[in-house]
């Protein structure tokens, strides 16, 4: 599982957004984290048709995405995201 955090230098909700990440995978040991930052990497963000920061976005092992959330998530938002981004 693959979860993305898109962020900016000037966004205040990055750092909730981060803290709520470093909680949920405490369940998740198999989840891979990858920050995108919106002012280093303009095209990877736009590639991922990002609007908002902080955006989270979640994908399974087949790269489907299966959770967005723009804006700070819950840790039960992410850890129930993260369920059916799980296969079987």
């Given at each position: ?9 000037f ?32 095209d ?45």
């Open positions: 599982m693959e979860i993305t955090l898109v962020t900016s230098a966004c205040g909700a990055c750092a909730r957004t981060r803290a709520v990440i470093a909680d949920a995978v405490r369940w998740l040991p198999d989840a891979t984290v990858t920050e995108i930052d919106v002012a280093t990497d303009p990877a963000a736009e590639a991922l048709d990002i609007r908002f920061t902080p955006t989270v976005i979640i994908r399974g092992a087949d790269g489907r995405q299966t959770f967005r959330a723009e804006g700070v998530p819950t840790v039960p938002q992410m850890l129930a995201a993260a369920a059916t981004a799980l296969p079987g």
